[in-house]
Every structure is written in C-alpha cells, then in structure tokens.
C-alpha cells in the first residue's frame, strides 16, 4: 500500500486490511496496519513506524514533529505529541 501520495483525497484513510505502508516515492516500509487506528482527521493515523528509521524528524511547530520518508526523504505530514489513542503516545 503506497503512502502519501496526497492527490485528490486520501485512499486509505478508512482502510483496514493487514498489510504495511510504503513511501509513494522509494517502497521503503513506513507503517503496518497493526499500528493503524481511526481518528477523525481526513489521513490514516498510526502510532509508530515499522522500523527506528522508517521517518526522519525534525521540529515544526510545538507539539508536532515534520516527518519525512527515512529512506529518499519523501514528506510524509506530521507526528502529532501525544495525540495518539493512549496516554502519551503520539499519532502520525
């Protein structure tokens, strides 16, 4: 499942079959599904990324991280601090 290719809506918001998400750019896995959960914003939400160096961070504004594809660095959105589904987790 190729991630973030953000043209015309987003396709995999609501989609929940096991699987992992790719970079749109290189196929470098970013997220599996076991990780994904529904949340209200119009992108999937995840709470962590399949590998340590699946994303690259960097500071954007408080509370949120700018994160990019780990690999080829394809930008990816946003990890929002502590917005995640449990206490102290973050949501991407």
Known sequence: MSFCSFF????????FEPGVY???RCGY????????????????AFT???H??????RKDR????KV????C???LGHEFLNDGPKRGQSRF
Do not use: M, Q
């Open 62 to 65: 408080p509370g949120a991280l």
């Open 48 to 50: 962590e990324t399949i």
């Open 29 to 44: 896995e970013l997220f599996s599904s076991r990780a994904k959960y529904e949340h209200s914003s119009p992108w999937p």
């Open 73 to 75: 660095g394809n930008g």
């Open 8 to 15: 015309g809506g987003e396709v995999f918001k609501d989609h």
């Open 52 to 57: 340590e160096d699946s994303v690259a961070k």
């Open 22 to 24: 790719v970079c749109a």
């Open 68 to 71: 990019s594809c780990g690999k």
